[in-house]
Each structure stands twice: as structure tokens, then as C-alpha cells.
């Protein structure tokens, strides 16, 4: 069996640590980062939920499987496996005692030129917020509808239980061959999400706004936009190893609908980090300054407040001993 490590670097602690325990185990493993490797049974990515993502966008071959490690004790939806627990399921690996789950992808061409696929969602806004965007939805071609709104977000089934579902789209299942489009805060009262086939071609143009627009990918990257988006299905699927059986997409949106409705009593700044916890994985508090924008001030009481109520733990980073890393509780 050949098994390639993917981290931020070959020198990554969390890279060294699951490389010596490969080896204890007479697994050849080798460092492969995002490059297609056709001898591969499987890339272990390292950085959690983050990572795989961040994996999927950089890698030129999704067919390899891949098994998620977060260095939290948190479950995560991509990536099931802690650190600490990484030599408990080895012998799994070693077996091929593991089923693989395949997510799908969209990819998008900005201005007719392509970019990397996403995992969640892709998204349209003014580059500034309280601003609203005009544009014109085309599936197939056929134009659907011909909007004023704060934007537009299309997600893949994983998707739409994270950005899409906040802005008023419906949760559908993993293995659904569909995606959703929201209009988020349509002027038009009437205005419903869609759901259409994932085999479908999508199109958001004639996209104009007092100041120029961006594009917003797994709610990472931005790209400027002058005109035209086009989305349409990504071959191959993202192929996840799944450990846990406990990690089901009906489980996974349990557990957002509870979100959701603790998410109803807590201060707004609360919500912000919590739900930027749910979506990036483990970060520092300066992470979370720089990802939401917000006052430090303003950070470190809205975490001192989700610690109080138990929605949040501190812990040590494994990368940095003088780092305290914060994530989403089990419970």
C-alpha cells in the first residue's frame, strides 16, 4: 500500500507525526502536498475540514481518496479523525476497512476563464456589504428570473447546510444529484430558492452594481467579477474515506438544525465566531479576527461568552505550544 501525507509543509508537526506513525506500522507513505500521484491508495490531509478543502482546490487528481485529521478532539464532517486517535484506525487503513464517500463539486469559469472547483459554494456580492447587486439567472440558457438582491449563492448538497442555508436555503441530502440557488435578500418578496440538477448548466450575468463585484469561493478566496459566472458539474466527485459510521448526513444535519436553533439566543457576535468555528475548523483568536473582521475587544468577549456556555474549548496547538487554538465543543 502506498499512502501520500498532504499538509501545509513536509515539516509540519502534524505531517511528521502521522509519517512516524505510517512507518511503526511498515506503511510506506511519502509527502506528496497537492500533486497528482497515480500510485497512491490514499492521501492522508492533514488541517481538518480546512484542509481537505484546501486539498480539493489546489489538487489536479480528486480520484485518490482521501482521509481527513484534524488536530482537534472535534469530529469534523470531511474529516472524522483526530490526531491523537490517528494510530487507533491504522490498522483500518492498512485493510481497506474504511467506506469512501464521494462529494460533489462545482466548477466555475469567472469571465469564461476557469478557476479551481469548490466543495460548498460559490458566491456572488458587491464588494462592498449594503449594496445591492443586479443580475440576471440563466439555467440551461433559459433565464429564470432577472434580479436586485445582496447576491447570489449556488452550493453543492454539503453546501447548503453552511452560507446558503444562513441566507434562507433549503438543507439537502449528500447523495442528492442536485445544487441550490439562493438569492439572498431579493428586493422581490416572491423570490424562492431553487433546487436544479447538478447536471445543469448555471449562469449569473449581466452582473452590475455602483461598485464592482466579487466572487466568493468556499468562502475563502474573492475574485472580481466584471460580467459573468458560470458553475456547472465538476468530474471527478471529491472522494472522502469515512472511519465513523456516526458521521451520516442525516446525522450532520441534526446536529445543524440544533445549531440553528442555539445559534437563535446568542449576541451576534457570537454567532459570527461560532459559525466561523463551524466552517474553518480550529483557529487562533487572531484568526478570528482577521476571518470576521471584528474588534479584538469584541472577539475575545464573544469567546469568553461561548466558553462560559460550553459552545466552545480552548486547547493548545499541537503546531505551537504558545498558541491557544479554539474549537467547536462535542456536546
Not at 483568536?285 to 462560559?308: E, G
Not at 480552548?314 to 462535542?330: L, N, P
Amino acid at each position: 500500500m502506498q499512502i501520500g501525507i498532504s499538509g501545509i509543509t513536509p515539516t509540519d508537526i502534524a505531517v511528521k507525526t502521522i509519517k512516524t506513525v505510517l512507518d511503526d506500522y511498515g506503511l510506506q507513505s511519502r509527502y506528496v502536498g497537492y500533486k497528482p500521484q497515480k500510485d497512491l491508495d490514499c492521501v492522508i490531509v492533514t488541517g481538518g475540514d480546512r484542509g481537505v478543502r484546501n486539498y480539493f482546490h489546489k489538487t489536479q487528481d480528486a480520484q485518490v481518496p482521501v482521509l481527513g485529521v484534524g488536530e482537534s478532539e472535534s469530529s469534523g464532517f470531511l474529516a472524522q479523525i483526530d490526531l491523537k486517535e490517528f494510530s487507533s484506525i491504522v490498522n483500518r487503513i492498512k485493510k481497506s476497512d474504511y467506506r469512501t464517500s464521494e462529494f460533489s463539486r462545482i466548477a466555475v469559469k469567472i469571465d469564461g476563464k476557469p478557476v479551481y472547483p469548490v466543495l460548498n459554494d460559490v458566491a456572488v456580492f458587491s464588494s462592498k456589504s449594503a449594496m445591492l447587486m443586479e443580475h440576471v439567472l440563466r439555467v440551461n440558457h433559459e433565464e429564470v428570473w432577472h434580479d436586485s438582491s445582496d447576491g447570489v449563492i449556488i452550493s453543492t448538497p454539503i453546501g447548503s447546510s453552511a452560507y446558503s442555508m444562513s441566507a434562507g436555503g433549503p438543507m439537502i441530502f449528500q447523495d442528492s444529484p442536485v445544487l441550490g440557488i439562493v438569492s439572498v435578500n431579493s428586493l422581490d418578496i416572491t423570490r424562492r430558492p431553487l433546487i436544479v440538477r447538478d447536471t445543469s448548466i448555471i449562469e449569473v450575468d449581466d452582473i452590475s452594481s455602483r461598485i464592482f463585484c466579487e466572487v466568493v469561493m468556499d468562502g475563502v478566496d474573492r475574485f472580481r467579477i466584471n460580467n459573468t459566472l458560470e458553475c456547472t458539474k465538476s468530474v471527478p466527485s471529491a472522494r472522502v474515506i469515512k472511519i465513523k459510521k456516526d458521521s451520516s448526513a442525516v446525522s450532520a444535519l441534526t446536529k445543524k438544525v440544533k445549531l440553528a436553533e442555539d445559534l437563535l439566543n446568542m449576541p451576534p457576535s457570537s454567532k459570527l465566531l461560532l459559525k466561523t468555528l463551524e466552517f474553518e475548523g480550529t483557529m487562533t483568536q487572531r484568526d478570528l479576527v482577521t476571518k470576521t473582521l471584528l474588534p479584538d475587544r469584541t472577539v475575545r468577549l464573544a469567546l469568553r461568552h461561548l466558553l462560559d456556555k460550553g459552545y466552545v474549548k480552548k486547547k493548545i496547538s499541537m503546531r505551537d505550544s504558545r498558541q491557544k487554538i479554539y474549537e467547536i465543543s462535542k456536546t
